[in-house]
């Protein structure tokens, strides 16, 4: 379960610490567990701008959640959702989906965990939040236009 | 019985050790499977093997062991909600049935309620409810101050519905009803009980206690808001019920007991709620039931269940064909198979209900005796109470001749015919 | 430990196949004990032999098995009163201890309860109670517009008693708190508590669920009116647990659930109760699973509870003794074994529980992370979550040393030691 | 179960059909089973001087009420109340106890009755119910007094 890409983003995570600006930020709590995240999510155009967070919780979820930077920071929205989408799939599998390294990059590695259910909500805190985050800031923009 | 329908019974019967038993020296003839069921190796195995070898408290460990507990534990709810035809989350475990229906009742009265109730609100009923389905309303009217109405019945055992529109009117914020009546055997007409209380936008609470062990059951085509069973009659052990409720209308209900694993974020100054069916799952649930339920709807999944209901059907016609012919022994409830279960309450003029029964275990006949939870049916009636034989799939033509051969060795005895 | 103490653990081992299990290749090292417990052959046999054999619905049937069912449920009934100091009649059969409070809870706010609850009225509790024993409370505080308050807990994870006449004071209606706390291990000054009470006037309900599995318990003279455990952490399977109330008590208060058994007479329009036990028993009981308590009862009785309370101090000093001498690893409650059960939480600075918990889940260690149900004890200490380890009759020193080892492996691999 | 005794005084009952004068009338019920029997008592100077009753119910509530007034009427309350106690100790011993006829006569016949619980009710229906209607009696009594 604890593979070297996983220990590397829990160790150096990426993109940590709450950063302006911003257009939406959220903060979820995986109540079995007391991890935590805040996300902030700035969209521009269609593109995901920024991803900025904060949090504490276990390897699993921070790791998660940093790899999860690097897939949607830069992105398309619907490109990045594609990702979330991927990655959602893998979690739910069991164990038994071979995971597509284009789309989900360092997020592979977390095939193994996907064995654990207790685990998985971790894998997925940070998704949520930023899922959650994105929609309301494209659907805070669709409102102003 | 057409050969498809068909299947082994004296295969199944092997499968049940109680059955080879004998009672005051003669071979049990167990007719009181409406009260409870027996189980099969097969459950009791599945049972076994999962607390000895993967047991562990479920939802809240990382071990391994926990998370095999969780799996099975889970893997229970998706295979009951497939038996309903239901969905995984909308299927909550409690400890029988009567839980089920007193968890809606809590709910509803909780602050939060979607269905708020006080005075001049409605909650409707039958004349024929069990007692679980019936004292959970009564006492939910007197918390809130809404009012009781009921259908009554007919002299045939059947749900008097000409005053349909009456009890279910505009007032009216839920219908709970049977679907098959435990001292009756009658089987409601769901469909126009559910167009009704559509009509007025009333939920509706159907307590398929006496039907999900002897016929499909398909929650979704019903059409109905929420579904209650209990396991003890379908094979599983005592101690493991099940609400069904639509995933939308679970969700909006405030919880009913507070505890470990219905919570999301608990502070002391107070808390906020896991969603369905967590919410309605306080503290250690029951684990090891739910993994013999599920083993028990694979037991009845594999038999068939129409199969068994063809094989209730011989079985009950058979009873009430033979009763037929006793004089001074008559039915309560519908005396033809339509639209009826295999409970058959009768009397035997001039023997009082506890003595048929005693003297039929005598016999090593099984049946049950007294009001069968449902007190109002008897006054309804005019009885002080019933003998009732309830089949299932593992009960016999056998099983019915010895029943009626031994109804006529008690009027014998006591001097009735 | 003494030598009329002693009791032979490897035997004990033996009757618990679970024990004998390999996980990722690693004999089992189960701690998770607070969590839930193993059931011996011993308790599993009874309950397969009274289901296969004996089995029947309670309390309604004449026939023989019905009245052989009926006879297991209430003799179990008898062994588990005994098992407490307690009179048959008084202990009535939930479905965990969840449940029992809840049944608290809810009859105290409902119509013609002895103790009504209103605004100006207060419930007291502690900081550390698991939330089974908070959220109900909160819940009864909401419906009734009655005040919660609460003892909070010293650094050193005892209760403050310091501010005890203030919180538990003349408006005090009920004050609810656990005897040793799942999460801290420290148990409560039972008489102080108690004695506060009384002078206000003041119910106590005690939560027993981490007392009664390990050490000799007496309600009666503990003093309390109400107390509950449950029996999936005391040998028992998971689906049955226990209220324990005077019987004065018990008869005063309004009914919990309704439906089959707890009724006198029913009417459609209005019912009467039975008396307790039965008042509390809606529906079918869980009749296997109290047989199984029983029995379970009669194994804890046979090793002793004082040599089973002996043993755990000794595995428990041996941990706390071990855990002292680990550099970055810390206790969350009573470092010493002084007035303390068998449950250790504890923190690796740098890593997260969970990653404790997994990583010794490699090595084949059971430990249960989180909260542990008690959310605000983890908030009180400023941790997110703890990892906890539950000794119990069947763990072993070598089951305390490969914890203790494994601890050192897993700060080894996160680099955090 | 069903020795003669008790389907002699099942099938010809003594005592029965309310009679005045009375002193107290009480009404009791099995809930379980539905059984009722309405007990009539007239008490003077110490002595039970009438018992009447009417009801319906199983072969063993009706012979057991039936007994019962053979037992009581005319005897000293506090000697009735032997009899009661005798019949109760017998009633909850499951078979294991001889009783003694000199104290229960034809009450005797119902020792096997007690191995089956769910009938111990019936049987004790119409004692409770007249132990309830005498100690109301003596209690009136004590007050007219
Ligand atoms: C102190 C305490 N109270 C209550 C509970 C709840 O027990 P159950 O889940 O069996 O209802 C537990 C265990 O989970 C406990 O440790
Ligand atoms: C129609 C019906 N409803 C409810 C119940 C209550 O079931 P349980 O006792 O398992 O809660 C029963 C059986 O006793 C029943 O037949």
Not at chain 1, 44 to 56: A, C, F, R
Not at chain 1, 90 to 107: N, R
Not at chain 2, 151 to 168: K, P, S
Not at chain 2, 390 to 414: H, K, P
Request: with cysteine.
């Amino acid at each position: 379960m604890y593979q070297e890409i996983i220990l590397d983003h829990y160790r150096n995570p990426h993109h940590k610490g709450l950063r302006d600006p911003f257009d939406v930020e959220v903060h979820h709590v995986n109540p079995t567990c007391g991890d935590e995240v805040t996300v902030r999510v700035r969209v521009l155009d269609g593109i995901v701008e920024d991803v900025s967070y904060d949090g504490q919780g276990c390897s699993i979820s921070q790791a998660a959640t940093s790899v999860m930077t690097d897939l949607v920071i830069g992105r398309k929205v619907d490109d990045a959702l594609v990702a979330h989408e991927a990655f959602l799939e893998l979690m739910q599998s069991k164990g038994k989906l071979e995971p597509d390294e284009d789309v989900l990059e360092d997020g592979i590695a977390f095939a193994g965990v996907s064995k654990y259910p207790a685990r998985v909500k971790c894998a997925l805190l940070g998704w949520m939040a930023w899922k959650d985050a994105t929609a309301q800031a494209v659907a805070k923009q669709k409102e102003a236009s | 019985m057409t050969s498809t329908l068909a299947f082994d019974v004296e295969a199944v019967r092997k499968d049940f050790p109680v059955l080879a038993r004998e009672v005051h020296g003669k071979p049990l003839v167990y007719l009181d499977n409406a009260s409870s069921s027996h189980k099969p190796r097969q459950v009791l195995e599945a049972e076994r093997e999962f607390v000895e070898q993967h047991y562990s408290n479920v939802h809240r460990g990382v071990h391994t062991l926990s998370q095999e507990a969780t799996d099975a534990y889970e893997a229970a709810r998706s295979t009951v909600a497939r038996f309903i035809g239901a969905q995984h989350d909308d299927v909550v475990f409690t400890k029988n049935v009567t839980e089920a229906i007193n968890l809606v009742a809590y709910a509803l009265g909780n602050p939060g309620s979607p269905v708020p109730l006080g005075p001049g609100d409605e909650i409707a009923v039958t004349e024929m409810e069990h007692h679980s389905n019936l004292v959970p309303w009564q006492m939910l009217a007197e918390r809130t101050g809404a009012t009781l109405r009921w259908l009554g019945l007919t002299d045939e055992g059947r749900l008097d519905l000409t005053n349909l529109d009456q009890i279910v009117n505009e007032r009216t914020k839920l219908l709970a009803f049977t679907q098959v009546s435990n001292i009756l055997g009658t089987e409601n007409d769901v469909p126009a009980l559910v167009a009704r209380a559509k009509q007025v936008g009333a939920l509706t609470l159907v307590d398929g206690a006496q039907s999900v062990p002897h016929q499909p059951v398909d929650v979704a085509a019903l059409g109905v808001d929420l579904f209650a069973f209990t396991g003890h009659k379908m094979l599983a052990p005592s101690g493991v019920g099940v609400l069904w409720g639509r995933g939308e209308l679970l969700n909006a209900l405030p919880p009913f007991m507070g505890g470990g694993s219905m919570i999301e974020v608990v502070q002391m100054t107070g808390s906020t709620y896991a969603k369905a069916p967590e919410r309605f799952e306080a503290g250690t649930p029951v684990i090891s039931q739910a993994v013999a339920l599920a083993a028990a709807c694979d037991y009845l999944g594999a038999v068939g269940l129409d199969a068994i209901k063809a094989h209730e059907v011989v079985l009950t016609a058979r009873l009430l064909d033979g009763i037929r012919e006793l004089p001074g022994v008559s039915v309560l409830g519908p005396d033809s198979t339509e639209a009826r279960g295999s409970a058959v309450s009768f009397v035997v003029d001039g023997v009082h209900p506890h003595d048929v029964g005693q003297s039929l275990d005598d016999l090593g006949i099984a049946v049950r005796v007294g009001h069968h939870c449902a007190a109002p049916v008897c006054r309804r009636y005019g009885v002080p109470a019933t003998a009732r034989a309830s089949s299932y799939l593992y009960n016999t033509e056998a099983d019915i001749d010895a029943l009626l051969d031994g109804i006529v060795q008690v009027q014998r005895f006591w001097g009735a015919a």
